[in-house]
């Protein structure tokens, strides 16, 4: 198989069946608010096991509203990762509260619950918990439920990396990502890096009721048409705006995109793993590239391939000469110069996370990205370290 020059961090997949879902819609009566919204929200429910899915504007949206909904006030202060995009912090602070970073494990790149508890410890005012799905690993769910079952807190989990994946419990019971069965929410993103792409969109997915109906109300501006919670009815034009709400809807033309992308989710899923493994397999013996830790007992779905390596920017810069675009992930969250100036974080506050920041580069992969091509990246990375 041939290779394609350039070769990206990540793409995405368009078939003809997606541009047809698409025109399908364009064509028809509605564009936006109409009925192939709430046919994708049920198909995404009913793949990753929830009781509820709201399909939303973007993942920050849908971090944003989990953020409200969840009642997070001036005050309260929310426990999440340094290594993540800013959107899992900054949703904090657009309802009110307060970010705090817990440093992460050096192998897995996940939040460190041993330090989740140490931090609890010593404050009385963590609402909750925003585990971040690091390249599409997982956190430790179970751990963290207990932790914040024995607090009284909730979980958002930020699995905008790992839609399709599933996980083994303790007891041996298989689940899916999105099922919300050790979280009160689950939230994940559809930018067209992403498993699969509505253009700009995310999802939020849940078990309670409660919670979903507060959404699905504060995704329209705050308001309610239903009469039964009306405080007064006009007539039929008759709506009531009950609380301060947003403009966080997706069109149907993006939700037709996404029902048809995530009929191949787990096509998309399986040739991820194929292309990690085979990253894996290939820098076994290189000294200089360490790979993110891998777990072999779950289907996770692989977002990332992130390796840490001495010289990186010049990794990075060889690299970007034979057109293979790599890219960082992330810059810690605590050192950006507006975490810096409004919470006073400074440089050695998570040794962990800024190492790996110092070495942390993201290879290629996404699904069509051919066996020629990742060899290609493969041998360009292994050359430059034979070279030195």
């Known amino acids: 198989m041939s290779k394609k020059i350039p070769i990206n961090y990540g793409r995405q997949s368009i078939s003809d069946e997606d541009i047809d879902s698409v025109i399908q819609v364009l064509k028809g009566d509605w564009l936006t608010q109409g009925p192939a919204i709430a046919e994708f929200e049920k198909s995404l429910a009913s793949y990753c096991g929830a009781k509820y899915a709201i399909a939303l504007s973007s993942g920050t949206a849908a971090l944003h509203l989990s953020a409200l909904a969840l009642k997070v006030g001036p005050g309260q202060e929310v426990i999440t990762s340094p290594i993540t995009f800013a959107a899992s912090s900054n949703a904090v602070i657009y309802a009110g509260g307060v970010p705090v970073f817990c440093d992460i494990e050096a192998e897995s790149l996940i939040i460190d619950n041993g330090q989740v508890k140490t931090m609890l410890e010593r404050s009385n005012i963590v609402s909750g918990l925003i585990p971040v799905h690091m390249g599409g690993a997982l956190p430790d769910l179970e751990g963290l439920s207990a932790i914040a079952r024995e607090k009284g807190l909730w979980i958002i989990e930020d699995a905008c990396h790992s839609i399709g994946g599933t996980w083994q419990d303790s007891l041996g019971v298989w689940h899916k990502v999105g099922d919300c069965s050790h979280s009160d929410i689950t939230v994940f993103s559809f930018h067209p890096v992403k498993h699969i792409t509505t253009g700009e969109g995310g999802a939020i997915l849940t078990n309670d009721k409660n919670l979903f109906e507060q959404i699905m109300e504060l995704r329209t501006h705050g308001i309610t048409k239903d009469p039964s919670k009306m405080l007064e009815n006009h007539g039929g034009w008759y709506y009531e705006m009950q609380q301060l709400g947003y403009n966080y809807r997706i069109t149907d033309i993006q939700a037709a995109l996404g029902q048809s992308q995530l009929a191949r989710s787990d096509e998309w899923v399986g040739r991820r793993l194929e292309l990690v493994r085979a990253y894996d397999e290939a820098f076994v013996?290189?000294?200089?590239?360490?790979?993110?830790?891998?777990?072999?007992?779950?289907?996770?779905?692989?977002?990332?391939?992130?390796?840490?390596?001495?010289?990186?920017?010049?990794?990075?810069?060889?690299?970007?000469?034979?057109?293979?675009?790599?890219?960082?992930?992330?810059?810690?969250?605590?050192?950006?110069?507006?975490?810096r100036e409004k919470f006073g974080y400074e440089g050695g506050e998570f040794p962990v996370a800024e190492k790996y920041y110092e070495e942390a580069l993201s290879l290629p992969l996404f699904p069509s990205l051919t066996d020629s091509e990742q060899n290609y990246v493969i041998s360009s990375v292994l050359e430059f370290y034979e070279s030195k």
């Open 285 to 339: 013996d290189c000294s200089d590239v360490i790979h993110q830790e891998h777990t072999k007992e779950n289907r996770l779905s692989y977002h990332l391939y992130i390796i840490r390596v001495q010289n990186r920017k010049d990794l990075y810069e060889h690299l970007r000469s034979l057109q293979i675009y790599t890219q960082v992930h992330y810059i810690p969250v605590p050192l950006q110069p507006y975490y």
